[in-house]
Structure formats: C-alpha cells, structure tokens
Nanobody, 124 residues
Framework: QVQLVESGGGVVQAGDSLRLSCAASGRTFSGYFMAWFRQAPGKEREFVAVVRWIGGTLYADSVKGRFTISRDTAKNTVYLQMNSLKPEDTAVYYC??????????????????WGQGTQVTVSS
C-alpha cells in the first residue's frame, strides 16, 4: 500500500527557511505527480506546489519565488524548500500523490494518496 510520511515541520520566525520532506513508499512513482498542500485553521486545504516524478514543477502564486519543490527519485522522497517564510504560511502541510495526467493537478480531489501532515508555524 502507498504510504506518504511528511517530516521537517517546526516553529520558525518570519524570514527564516525550512525544508519539508515526504517519504513515499509502496509503489513505483515514475508515472505520478507529487504535491504539497497546506491547510490553516478555519481555511480550506490549498495547493502549494507540484512536481512530476519524471520532472517539471508548478507553483501557487502565493509561494512562487519563495518555495521550491523537488524530488530525489533514488530515495523516493519529495522536498519542499521554503524560504522567506511569512506568518501567513502557517499551516499543516500535506504531501499528496496523484497518478499521471496531461496537466499538473492542483485540486484536492485529483489526488489519490495523502500523508498525515506536518505543522509549520511562522511567528512574526
């Protein structure tokens, strides 16, 4: 069975950096899209970034230029490097996986597998 496990969350101050990791297991992900979503208290889960396993990325406008999604195919791990963090980045960050398509999926319901999330708190 597919398992996604996030790690790397924590408490940082505005302007700091943090790197999240998502360890994926249970199958070959070569045909998949791997994404990061986030959900703040009282808000809907929102798309952050997606990487195609074989290459290619897409970002939400709110994080473009600050966050970088990447993957290490040998380790079956997806990363989210977060720089210049802002208080509004505070949320639970989730890793998700979707089978391949002809476009980069950005909706929650387009993803098949989810991790349990890791908390990121950015203080001012």
């Amino acid at each position: 069975q597919v398992q996604l496990v996030e790690s790397g969350g924590g408490v940082v101050q505005a302007g700091d950096s943090l790197r999240l990791s998502c360890a994926a297991s249970g199958r070959t992900f070569s045909g998949y899209f791997m994404a990061w979503f986030r959900q703040a208290p009282g808000k809907e889960r929102e798309f952050v970034a997606v990487v195609r396993w074989i290459g290619g990325t897409l970002y939400a406008d709110s994080v473009k230029g600050r966050f970088t999604i990447s993957r290490d195919t040998a380790k079956n791990t997806v990363y989210l490097q977060m720089n210049s963090l802002k208080p509004e980045d505070t949320a639970v960050y989730y890793c998700a996986a979707a089978s391949g398509s002809f476009y980069y999926p950005r909706r929650v319901d387009e993803y098949d597998y989810w991790g349990q999330g890791t908390q990121v708190t950015v203080s001012s």
